[in-house]
């Protein structure tokens, strides 16, 4: 006969095991069918990014899901309306969706004043235009000097990579035209953007997208500009995403460009990709990968750099990130005119990820 304290500690006993063993199924990695190849406007083939070239083009490699690139309309007001409608009807005759669209950089060159609240409102009503299409993102890039490149190096097979190596004079480089950008500066025009226009994203479900400055790391100063994402990039994500902390104030993660600011990419990216992922922050990612790391760098093929994107895509696979994971600054051959061969290679290489980590669940 079972004594009431012995059966008091079975039925303990197996609650705890029952309690163990939910924990260790909610914990199991399971697959990930979100997540997807994207294309943008990186490559386009054709007459334009939505022509029927550029758009059997995508489909051919596997990529159903684009993101556009617009200017503003010669006539004022933000991105045209009857554009950003042509484009979605071209993308829905194909099956493809408009998934996102680039905004330019201009509102960070801007001082306070009815310039910058004229900007801000125009961003405002292009949110409202993203959402009448049904685009849920929009991406962005802040800069207010030039993306730093200054070499080109051999690479396989007659190509070359882009790449960057700090200058020992760098201190004598002309500042940029945006003039002096204290770091006080960048980070109050970044508040004012993000204060202005998340509650408006929450409103119309268009979730933003920001591109870290390309590369980070820079010293402050570098033609007068001290960039938001130095000297330290993951301490300058944090902060970014928690001046306004809600799922629309995210990033298109662009791990080359990550990288290019870690001193160990290979292993300091990870937790980068971890906590973003794991908080919902990740919108998008750009799949380019680097030799090297921060103030000297290449941008090579995905499968030669430091970054190991088998393990990326794990963890991108168990936090169930469901954006466009899209290919990114390939290096470049004379006979590969707009780089379509290049990411065509980078289109099968993702597609080739997803599948191998959802195999191992």
């Given at each position: 006969m079972i004594q009431r304290r012995e059966f008091g500690s079975l039925v303990a006993g197996a609650a705890a095991g029952e309690a163990a063993s939910a924990q260790q199924t909610a914990s199991r990695p399971r697959k990930n069918t979100l997540m997807h190849v994207g294309g943008d406007y990186h490559s386009v083939a054709g007459a334009g990014i939505t022509s029927r070239q550029n758009l059997e083009y995508n489909l051919r490699h596997g990529v159903k899901h684009l993101t556009v690139q617009l200017g503003k309309s010669p006539r004022g007001g933000g991105w045209d309306a009857d554009e950003l409608k042509r484009m979605k009807d071209d993308c829905?005759?194909?099956?493809?969706?408009?998934?996102?669209?680039?905004?330019?950089?201009?509102?960070?060159?801007?001082?306070?004043g009815p310039e910058r609240d004229r900007e801000i409102d125009m961003i405002i009503g292009n949110i409202r235009k993203a959402a009448q299409v049904g685009a849920k993102i929009i991406t962005y890039h802040w800069t207010v000097i030039p993306i730093r490149r200054n070499a080109r190096t051999a690479a396989r097979g007659g190509a070359t990579y882009a790449a960057f190596h700090l200058e020992d004079n760098w201190r004598d480089l002309p500042v940029g035209e945006s003039g002096r950008v204290p770091k006080e500066d960048y980070w109050e025009r970044i508040t004012y953007f993000l204060e202005k226009t998340i509650p408006v994203a929450r409103q119309h479900d268009v979730r933003m997208a920001c591109h870290p400055y390309d590369p980070p790391g820079l010293p402050f100063g570098y033609q007068g500009a001290d960039n938001w994402d130095?000297?330290?990039?993951?301490?300058?994500?944090?902060?970014?995403?928690?001046?306004?902390?809600?799922?629309?104030?995210?990033?298109?993660?662009?791990?080359?460009t990550t990288g290019?600011?870690?001193?160990?990419?290979?292993?300091?990216?990870?937790?980068?990709?971890?906590?973003?992922?794991?908080?919902?922050?990740?919108?998008?990612?750009?799949?380019?990968?680097?030799?090297?790391?921060?103030?000297?760098?290449?941008?090579?093929?995905?499968?030669?750099?430091?970054m190991d994107f088998f393990k990326i895509m794990r963890i991108l696979r168990d936090v169930q990130f469901p954006g466009a994971l899209c290919p990114d600054h390939m290096p470049r051959h004379p006979d590969d005119a707009g780089s379509l061969q290049a990411f065509a290679f980078g289109y099968g290489y993702i597609k080739a990820l997803i599948q191998a980590v959802n195999s191992e669940v």
């Open positions: 829905d005759k194909y099956g493809v969706i408009l998934e996102a669209i680039r905004m330019d950089s201009d509102y960070i060159k801007l001082t306070k130095s000297p330290a990039i993951f301490a300058a994500i944090k902060r970014y995403e928690s001046i306004v902390d809600s799922p629309y104030n995210g990033f298109q993660l662009c791990l080359g290019e600011g870690l001193k160990n990419p290979g292993t300091e990216i990870l937790p980068i990709v971890q906590y973003l992922g794991g908080r919902g922050k990740i919108h998008q990612i750009h799949m380019r990968n680097i030799r090297g790391g921060l103030h000297h760098f290449e941008e090579v093929f995905p499968d030669e750099g430091e």
